[in-house]
């Protein structure tokens, strides 16, 4: 009882800490809770929800999938660092499933999205394997379908007719090699223009991002035109936009 009772104290005080900074925050630089002080005001005033609950409570997201605590911490990780960089790609999803590594063996996929439309829409599968990247790839499946660029006649008309339409996954171009041609990210992009969008939003997740874009032919395709669409839509930010531009126009 004397521990509990001391930890719900030392809760109340460290919530007044949160609550003050937060007045004064709010009130020099007339702005909202940041992320950093919502999720720890959320966790003093909230000390015995779950993991999955936590989820639910800072991200409203159902959770689904693998049980085990550390699978469901990095998760909220993930989504804490996503909401960080661009919250904007959490705008709709509503449910995500972790597979154990016994459902992930032998399949192709990293992760699997249900966009507006399938039954089970606004909704991700991840194999037990997958990355911050492949999280970012899969959201941006989602946030697309509500998006400007996927309404938008002059962007859907801006590359070439998807090549491979239902021929499958695809690792190389004609000549053999891997990299981006023709203003598609990848060969496999070419499957649709929603794969190649979700693939330009996954390369800015990964940590050498800048260095991926090294290999381009800056002559060939314009690739600034697709990536402003995807600023406007709020699938990549101004700050991702401005260093990947800054970084070709060089």
Known sequence: MYSIKKEAVLSSLILGVILTADVAQV?????????????AYNYVSHPFLNLEQ??????????????????????????????????????HIK??????????????????????????????????????????????????NYSLASSDLFFQSFFNPPITKGKGWRTTWEDGTR???????SPNATRNIDENVAQY???????????????????EFDYETPLRYLWASDLITEKQFKEIIDFVRK
């Open 27 to 39: 009130k020099l630089t007339n702005s909202r809770r940041t992320p950093v002080v919502e999720q």
């Open 54 to 91: 936590q989820l639910e409570r800072d991200f409203s997201i159902i959770y689904e999938g693998d049980q085990k605590e550390e699978v469901i911490k990095a998760l909220y990780q993930n989504l804490s660092e996503m909401k960080s960089i661009n919250p904007a790609l959490l705008k």
């Open 95 to 144: 449910k995500i499933k972790v597979l154990t590594p016994e459902e992930s063996v032998g399949l192709e996929y990293i992760g699997l999205a249900h966009p507006k439309g399938d039954p089970v829409f606004d909704s991700v599968i991840l194999r037990c394997d997958y990355s911050l990247s492949k999280l970012a790839h899969e959201l941006a499946h989602i946030e697309y």
């Open 179 to 185: 990299g981006p041609k023709k203003g598609y990210i």
């Open 201 to 219: 939003v996954e390369l800015f997740y990964y940590k050498d991002d800048c260095e991926f874009w090294k290999g381009i032919n800056k002559e």
